[in-house]
């Protein structure tokens, strides 16, 4: 027999467990703690679906597009210009407008600093900029 084989282990490692409706609460910090790693290593940030308030979820979700999807879509744009022989671009336009109210805040404190209202609302994406 060779190590790890059923006949060297204790009996009760080998029999079937029903977890039930109520799992042990090592196994839920266990997914927990899993779901988290998951999550953190494909870049999308945990407290967009942990966090308990709205403003989290937001922040969490424009931290997600900005350093997630915005990277990720410039490099797959690349690939497919490279490989199809053709400018490609992609754009996220529809997903910045879950942030209207933080371009609305940049806006307001660029235009409050001075800028001219144009060019500050071609920098905070509420317009096209010149």
Known sequence: M???SPAT???DDWQPRRIGANPPTALVSLHTAAASEV???CGVPVSLFTSD?????REAFRRFL???VQPLGALV???LSAKLEADVTLGFDRLFAADLSGRARAFQSMVGG???PGKAAGLAGLMESE
Do not use: I
């Open 9 to 11: 282990a204790p009996k």
């Open 77 to 79: 744009a690349g690939e």
């Open 39 to 41: 999550l953190g290593a």
């Open 2 to 4: 060779h190590p790890g």
């Open 114 to 116: 001075g800028m001219d």
């Open 66 to 68: 900005h350093s997630t």
């Open 53 to 57: 308030n709205s403003q989290g979820q």
